[in-house]
Structure formats: structure tokens, C-alpha cells
């Protein structure tokens, strides 16, 4: 299938033509630094860590055309498809409605306008089927949930693959820009999740443009951490600040979406920060706590509570 787009000519030009007859922007911020807009991201976490939550949320910010709170966001609004491949439509009704204590009814929430979701049929080609609802849509932004349904094996990776490049290539061929989300296993109760997590699906972070992760917070079992990883274009979001903590909430129109404390470690003094990185690099290597204590004066219960405060970031 070959759809008429507004691609440029597959004819090589000289470098320099690139910049002629057309206006140079700095892609506009979809979700601050972790998606900018002409891009195809990865978002990646442990099962039931909330990325669908997340996902809907940004998608819906999008449609609204104003940022999540504590984020830089868009200035205009987007139309937004979200592909959703979890969850059923009872499902996705039940979550994003308030009942009563009785399990009665209250209301549900009302989203943009602009925020589509939808989902091919089950003998459609799934790519097909997007190609064909961005073209004749014209969505500006799609969200994918998740690529962990389109494997075919349990530690398949051939379909994904697949799947990111020619997302990519719908990419260029329609200006549409993509966050897929999909599954890793969880990190180390006292570590922050990692590309390691995805294990052979790690290949899908050199395919993005833009890769970052949910997971949770080894201090706090209520709290999820937003960590960016890598960059095509530019530097990753929160290099020396630390990352953003947070958790969900509700609305009082059954809304449920994360709030984040985006303030980093400003809370935490510098050289308590320093402290705390070298208690990290010391624990890493081996160095118990007892001897961490001895070399830096302090006792080892503050040893172990101070390694405890260490963020992906902390200098």
C-alpha cells in the first residue's frame, strides 16, 4: 500500500539546499525535553507502573494545547490519536469515571476535543491502519499503547523493530509525531529503573529519537520516577537536577493523572548532595556501610538512610 504524501523528492541535493524555501523552527516541546515535536519517542516501565495513565494525560494536554503542570508544554492544540491496544472500551470507561462507595455511577471524565482513541479491528494490519487514519484524519501526534502486544513471542523483538522503523518513516512522510510506549521488567527494589530493564528490547532505543522511562521510587512505593536517558537532538531533560518524583491523583471529574514534584533536589543542600553521591559510588563497588561510616565520619545508620536519597542526576 503506498499513500500520496507530502514527502520531499528521494533525489540527493546539495546540503545547503536544506535550508532554502522554507522557515527554521526549534521543534516546539510536547512534553518538555522527553518528546519534542518531528519526533518518534520510547516510553518504557514495569507493568502497572502507570505509563498508561501518563500517556493519556499528555495526550490530552496536547489536545488542550497547554502544558501538564511543572512541564514546559505546546502552545497550540494538537490533534491527538491515541492507540489504544490494553485496554477495552469498558475499561477505559471505568477508569477514568468516579462511582460511589455502593459502586454507583457519578460521572466521567470529559477530555479534549481533539483527543481521538481508537484501535484497528482484529483482522487489520495495525500499521496499515494508522498510516490510513493519519492521512485521512490528519492526526498531528500519536500515542501507541503498547508495543508489548505486538509481539508475537514472549521475548520476540522482530515485530517492534519493525514496527518503530516504519513508524519513523510515517514520520517523515506525514510530519506526524510519535510517543510508543512499551513493557520492561522493574529494577532492583533499591535502584531506579534502566535501559538494562528492557533486556533485548533495548535494540527499540537506538531506533528513537527520544527514550525515557517510568519506574518506581526505591524510597517511596506510592512514588514514580520520570527519568530521560538518551537524546537524538539535544540534551536529555533534568541532566544535573536530579528527576522528577510523583505520584497519581484523582479529579474531581474522575481524571486521574500524575503529579510531579519537579523541584529535584533543590531541598537537599550541595554538599549533603556530594555526601550522598559518594556513599553511592562507594556502595557500588562494594564498600560496606560500616566502612563507608569509618571513612567519612559519620555513623553507619546515617550511612545506610543517606544512600537511600540517591536520584539518577545527584552530583
Same mark, same amino acid.
Given at each position: 500500500? $503506498?499513500?500520496e504524501? @507530502? +514527502?520531499s523528492?528521494?533525489? &540527493?541535493k @546539495? +546540503? ?7 522557515p ?7 512534553? #518538555?525535553? !522527553?518528546?519534542?515535536?518531528?519526533e ?5 516501565g ?17 489536545? *488542550? ?8 508544554? &505546546?502552545?497550540?492544540?494538537?490533534? =491527538?490519536?491515541? =492507540?489504544d491496544?490494553n ?6 470507561q ?9 459502586g454507583?455511577f457519578? @460521572? ?5 476535543? *481533539? ?8 483482522d487489520?494490519?495495525?500499521f ?8 485521512? #484524519?490528519r ?15 514472549q521475548?520476540?523483538?522482530r515485530?517492534?523493530?519493525l514496527l518503530m522503523?516504519?513508524l @519513523?518513516e ?9 510517543? =510508543? ?5 522493574s529494577? &532492583?527494589?533499591? $535502584? ?5 530493564q528492557l533486556k ?7 531506533l528513537? #529519537?527520544?527514550v ?8 517511596s512505593?506510592? $512514588? ?8 537524538s537532538?539535544? &540534551?536529555?531533560?533534568? /541532566?544535573?537536577?536530579?528527576? /522528577?518524583?510523583g505520584?497519581?491523583?484523582r479529579?474531581?471529574?474522575g ?11 533543590s531541598?537537599i543542600?550541595q554538599s549533603t ?7 553511592? #559510588? ?6 560496606? !556501610? ?15 538512610r543517606l ?9
Open positions: 500500500m $503506498k499513500i504524501t @507530502k +514527502a523528492s528521494s533525489i &540527493p @546539495k +546540503a545547503n539546499e536544506c535550508f532554502n524555501g522554507r527554521i523552527r526549534l521543534p516546539e516541546r510536547l512534553f #518538555d525535553d !522527553y518528546w519534542l515535536g518531528g518518534v519517542a520510547l516510553l518504557f514495569p507493568p502497572g507502573i502507570g505509563k498508561s495513565v501518563l500517556a493519556v494525560q499528555i495526550g490530552d494536554a496536547l489536545a *488542550r494545547g497547554r502544558p501538564i503542570d511543572g512541564f514546559r508544554g &505546546p502552545t497550540r492544540r494538537r490533534k =491527538v490519536l491515541y =492507540v491496544l485496554h477495552s472500551e469498558t475499561q477505559f471505568t477508569r477514568y469515571s468516579r462511582f460511589s462507595e455502593y454507583v457519578l @460521572k466521567s471524565c470529559t477530555f479534549a476535543e *481533539r483527543f481521538y482513541r481508537g484501535r484497528p479491528a482484529t487489520e494490519d495495525l496499515e491502519w494508522l498510516a490510513n487514519r493519519v492521512a485521512a #484524519d492526526f498531528e501526534a500519536v500515542i501507541m499503547d503498547d508495543l508489548t502486544v505486538v509481539n508475537r513471542t521475548y520476540g523483538t515485530e517492534p523493530i522503523r516504519k @519513523k510515517m514520520r517523515d512522510e506525514f510530519g506526524v509525531s510519535v510517543l =510508543v510506549l512499551t513493557g520492561s521488567d529494577p &532492583p527494589r533499591d $535502584k531506579l529503573i534502566e535501559e538494562v533485548r528490547s533495548r535494540a527499540l532505543c537506538g528513537a #529519537d527520544s525515557f522511562a517510568l519506574g518506581p521510587d526505591p524510597v512505593v506510592e $512514588k514514580r520516577c520520570l527519568i530521560h536517558f538518551r537524546k537532538n539535544g &540534551p536529555v531533560a533534568w /541532566p544535573e537536577g536530579g528527576v /522528577p518524583f505520584g497519581i491523583t479529579n474531581a471529574d481524571m486521574i493523572a500524575f503529579c510531579f514534584d519537579n523541584y529535584g533536589f531541598r543542600d548532595r556530594r555526601l550522598i553521591s559518594r556513599i553511592h #559510588d562507594s556502595r557500588q563497588t562494594g564498600t560496606t !556501610y560500616r566502612q563507608i561510616a569509618a571513612e567519612l565520619g559519620i555513623t553507619k545508620s546515617r550511612a545506610a544512600a537511600q536519597k540517591w536520584r539518577r542526576g545527584m552530583a
